[in-house]
């Protein structure tokens, strides 16, 4: 099994900036991906951004040039750097991350616990 323990989330004026990190640990072999997903209230998981383990990274049009994503593949961590923070980026954040358990298993896809980020105008 994997664990994502995520941090960093808060209250924030508008312009503001925030971080967010997101630590895997338990059975890995190798972490293909990680990313971050957000839901506002009544609103499906969206994406957010994505970093693949070659470097590659995808943003939501909606945060390019706001955001960056960035990983420590040392310490199993991904980064997510919030800056002009917009009310309408208020939402609960996600990790995921796509973990191969051993050398001889497939991927999986797992979820942190989500952490809210508000932002008031």
């Known amino acids: 099994q994997v664990q994502l323990l995520e941090s960093g989330g808060g209250l924030v004026q508008a312009g503001g900036s925030l971080r967010l990190s997101c630590a895997a640990s338990?059975?890995?072999?190798?972490?293909?991906?990680m990313g971050w997903y957000r839901q506002a209230p009544g609103k499906q998981r969206d994406l957010v951004a994505t970093s693949t383990s070659g470097g590659g990274t995808n943003y939501a049009d909606s945060v390019k040039g706001r955001f960056n994503i960035s990983r420590d593949n040392a310490k199993n961590t991904v980064y997510l750097q919030m800056n002009s923070l917009k009310p309408e980026d208020t939402a609960v954040y996600y990790c995921?991350?796509?973990?191969?358990?051993?050398?001889?298993?497939?991927?999986?896809?797992?979820w942190g616990q989500g952490t809210q980020v508000t932002v008031s105008s």
């Open positions: 338990g059975s890995i072999f190798r972490i293909n991906a």
């Open positions: 995921n991350a796509e973990v191969r358990g051993s050398r001889w298993s497939g991927s999986s896809h797992y």
